[in-house]
């Protein structure tokens, strides 16, 4: 295995996700720890990213305290190939030298964060959902769920460079911090013919899609809801609060919600104002999820459940009673 002279590297680097002009919420976040981060390592945040019209970014990326913004930009990366936005990416990266790179843990970031690492030979962690720095070593602490979600694994790379993580989006919440940032336009020469594959055509997935991480208010149901019919009772108190509804893992094997409304280790984490659990257990894969929510309100028949241990409020009692009653309320309380 090489070792990197690690005294030659520095500062942390997030990329700069986007897909149809849009810059992809966790990048926000992941700017937004990586600030933290710095602090105690001493050091400047800087996005990278690449593309075929990239810079329009700057403005977003500034204001999340990116002090510096490298880009490549070229029609070549117009939409997401992994050989050409890893060559790009590695050629920055051997350039600049950062010590730390985060990438968001979405579909193109998995596949993205993989191939890079293996070309830089340093090493990667996968999926985290916790970044903290080593006092002694400075060495990047990297925490991800194992063996099924019932053990956390703190992993660090103490000999290579950069220390390569990619983080679950929603885990950190994304909040500005501007700063009068610098761009900094690399040219690559791309091998063209080197890049066998082609997209011939983009179809777009049909299909309700929700960004449960956008949400202040997220009213869940679990098993203990009982039916498909009965979950119209989360998305009724759900809709007077102004929130959006979501579903544990087993609501969702059941038939009861899609994927798509998932929380949980193996579905979104979302860090919610607040988050109330209807007939849910509570499970260490529901929790992993939701635990950072501000305020969590469980309802559950069960008074041992363990979500109330977790809980800001508790309501013990049946969720079929309960629910219809908040609801009620809170109609006559907001005027809806
Ligand atoms: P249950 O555990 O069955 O709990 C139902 C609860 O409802 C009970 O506490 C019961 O007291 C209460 N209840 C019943 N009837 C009523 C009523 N009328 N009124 C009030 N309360 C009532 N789970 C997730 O949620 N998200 C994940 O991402 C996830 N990923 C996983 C990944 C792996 C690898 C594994 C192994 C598991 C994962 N799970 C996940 C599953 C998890 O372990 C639990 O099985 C699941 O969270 C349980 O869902 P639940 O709380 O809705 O159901």
Redesign the pocket.
């Known amino acids: 295995m090489i070792k990197h002279d690690i005294s030659k590297y520095k500062h942390i680097w997030v990329f700069v996700e986007h897909e149809n002009g849009e810059v992809a919420r966790v990048s926000f976040e992941l700017l937004t720890k990586a600030r933290e981060l710095a602090k105690d390592l001493d050091c400047e945040v800087h996005a990278f990213t690449v593309g075929d019209k990239v810079e329009q970014f700057k403005d977003e990326v500034f204001k999340y305290g990116a002090k510096k913004f490298f880009i490549i930009e070229d029609p070549i990366l117009k939409d997401y190939m992994t050989e050409p936005y890893r060559d790009s990416i590695v050629y920055l990266i051997e350039k600049y030298k950062p010590e730390v790179v985060l990438i968001g843990a979405t579909t193109l970031g998995r596949d993205l964060a993989g191939t890079i690492a293996t070309v830089l030979q340093t090493g990667l962690t996968a999926d985290t959902t916790a970044l903290d720095i080593d006092p002694k070593t400075k060495n990047l602490l990297m925490t991800r769920p194992t063996f099924?979600?019932n053990l956390m694994a703190t992993i660090f790379c103490p000999d290579n460079r950069p220390q390569m993580s990619t983080s679950r989006p929603g885990v950190y919440k994304a909040i500005e911090e501007p700063v009068k940032g610098e761009v900094i336009k690399e040219k690559f020469e791309f091998d063209k013919a080197k890049y066998t594959k082609k997209i011939l055509e983009k179809i777009i997935e049909e299909g309700e899609k929700v960004n449960l991480g956008f949400y202040d208010i997220i009213v869940s149901g679990?098993?203990?809801?009982?039916s498909k019919e009965n979950m119209k009772f989360v998305q009724e108190l759900a809709d007077v609060l102004g929130g959006t509804w979501a579903?544990?893992?087993?609501?969702v094997q059941a038939g009861w919600a899609p994927q798509t409304r998932?929380?949980?280790?193996?579905?979104q984490t979302v860090h919610p104002k607040i988050y109330i659990a209807?007939?849910?257990?509570?499970?260490?894969?529901?929790v992993?999820?939701m635990k950072s929510s501000d305020v969590i309100i469980a309802?559950?028949?069960?008074p041992e459940?363990p979500?109330f241990e977790l809980a800001t409020y508790g309501i013990v009692?049946?969720?079929?009673e309960?629910l219809p009653k908040m609801t009620k309320m809170f109609k006559e309380k907001l005027g809806k």
């Open positions: 099924g979600g679990g098993f203990g809801m009982g579903a544990s893992r087993k609501a998932q929380v949980g280790q193996t579905g209807c007939g849910i257990s509570g499970a260490i894969q529901h992993a999820g309802i559950n028949k069960d459940a979500i009692g049946d969720v079929l309960v």
